[in-house]
């Protein structure tokens, strides 16, 4: 037995995290696509169930209050918010991240005043926060700039109104600077907008501690609570009273049923709601976020720069020199929990490796993509991934 599967086998004995892969539905596949959709937990399908049957079938209308459906946006909110560094009350659940995007960044904007007219993006952003701040700038008649996120510091100024920024970049998973970042926004002036998908539940986030204004995020990815699982809204507790939303729909009203015709807004983060959340998928992600219930964020990063840094050294053992180029920053304090490899076929490689086992993606035009959720990957995968990619390369 070669050196790196003895090795793979030590490590997983000695992970504490081990036994929650139990808490999901897996296979001997080995699945490093969590950074695109989240394995699921085990305990969802009888909570689903329940939900359908009891809940719908028999409680039907009385369950909005009966099963706590009107509240679950805020109340899912708060088992997410340990999962960010945010303490309860700021956060509520609900609409997709590319509408939470918005929402977001119109209300930055807002608040930034009149006389800040730039929105900074990041230009190496999912595509999705780039097309929503073009339309968002458009609409309250801002200009937008794209730079990459090394030259924020230096583009910010007393006309920025606000800043959209990735904790951890979809393609390459680099992990930029939440704190520093966030610092240099504040000190010229701007709301800093944070985008956390590919960070919330892989590593400690910090929201409160680090003064982030708005932040969005999805939660399909690491915190696994299924297809189209309802993205989040932060909002900073002190800036909840001039949050503004761009889409005050009526379950943001501070008395949806009074049906008034005239709006005025709900107190604290039920402001970012829009319309009636979307109950199914809403429930299903708070069962699944039973699986963090005893687990801290910190021992998943440890297990996660642990997993990243074998799988490269088990990369580098099993393929020729060159033929694949890791676009992942080494430092641990630039990392996500990813690791992107470059190669000109990159398209073919990933169907081959996942017709032999190992899930991974391909991000146009020449990523190899491989996602690594600690809950449940495990050294002996990351050793098999290397393995593998090594035998479809040779
Ligand atoms: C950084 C980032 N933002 C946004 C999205 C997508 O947003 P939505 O939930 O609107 O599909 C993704 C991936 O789907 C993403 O990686
Ligand atoms: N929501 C999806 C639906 C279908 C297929 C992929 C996604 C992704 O989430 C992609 C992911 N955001 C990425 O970083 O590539």
Redesign the pocket.
């Known amino acids: 037995m070669s050196e790196l599967v003895l090795r793979a086998e030590k490590l997983d004995a000695a992970d504490e995290l081990a036994p929650l892969r139990s808490r999901f539905v897996l296979d001997d596949v080995v699945y490093l696509d969590g950074n695109s959709l989240g394995a699921l937990p085990a305990n969802v399908p009888g909570r689903v169930e329940d939900v359908v049957r009891r809940q719908w079938g028999e409680l039907r209308i009385r369950s909005w209050d009966e099963s706590g459906w009107w509240t679950a946006p805020e109340r899912i909110g708060d088992r997410i918010a340990p999962l960010v560094g945010a303490a309860p009350g700021q956060i509520v659940v609900g609409d997709?991240?590319?509408?939470n995007v918005f929402k977001a960044l119109v209300a930055a904007v807002r608040m930034a005043g009149e006389e800040r007219d730039e929105i900074l993006v990041d230009a190496t952003?999912?595509p999705?926060?780039g097309y929503i701040a073009e339309s968002a700038a458009r609409l309250t008649g801002r200009r937008l700039r794209a730079l990459d996120p090394a030259e924020v510091p230096s583009a910010l100024g007393d006309r920025t109104a606000a800043v959209l920024l990735?904790h951890v970049d979809?393609r390459g998973g680099r992990l930029h600077d939440l704190p520093a970042l966030t610092a240099a926004i504040h000190a010229a002036g701007a709301l800093a907008v944070w985008?956390l998908?590919?960070s919330a539940g892989a590593l400690p986030v910090g929201l409160d501690e680090h003064g982030v204004d708005l932040a969005v995020g999805?939660t399909y990815k690491y915190l696994n609570g299924g297809p189209g699982s309802p993205?989040y809204l932060y909002v900073r507790r002190d800036l909840q009273g001039r949050f503004d939303s761009p889409l005050p729909g009526w379950n943001s009203h501070a008395e949806p049923f009074g049906m008034s015709p005239s709006y005025a807004p709900a107190p604290g983060a039920l402001r970012g709601r829009v319309g009636t959340p979307d109950i199914l998928s809403m429930l299903a992600l708070e069962a699944a976020l039973d699986v963090w219930d005893d687990v801290s964020v910190s021992s998943v990063r440890a297990k996660s720069l642990a997993l990243t840094d074998f799988f490269l050294e088990c990369v580098t053992a099993y393929t020729e020199p060159g033929r694949v180029v890791c676009v992942t920053p080494e430092p641990h304090g630039e990392r996500g929990s990813q690791i992107a490899l470059r190669c000109p076929d990159a398209g073919e490689v990933m169907k081959r490796l996942i017709a032999r086992g190992v899930v991974g993606d391909f991000r146009h035009p020449d990523i190899l993509r491989f996602g690594f959720t600690p809950l449940y990957v495990s050294f002996a995968d990351a050793e098999r991934a290397a393995r593998v990619l090594g035998e479809v390369l040779g």
């Open positions: 997709s991240t590319s509408v952003t999912f999705t926060d990735n979809y985008d998908c590919h999805c993205a």
